[in-house]
């Protein structure tokens, strides 16, 4: 075999290692960012489906607040 050719077949062997390596590095990189961002959705979501709960909530506080207040304006006069 030439030398010309055994170099050759390094040579293509080191591509070949280096190009699935990148590959590989590349959708590991991938899948971690994109974990990290549903993560980050699945917190978001859980803090959509609270906040009807809190606006309820509020609205009701509001509505005793506004109740006590007239009782109280109530029996000043």
Known sequence: MDKEV???LIAMAGTLIGSFGGIITSSK????????LEQKVDKHNSFAQRMPVVEE??????HRMDDMERSCFDENK
Request: glycine content about 0%.
């Open 57 to 62: 909530k509020i609205k009701v506080l509001n």
């Open 6 to 8: 055994f170099v050759a």
């Open 29 to 36: 990189l991938t899948s971690y960012r994109l974990e990290k």
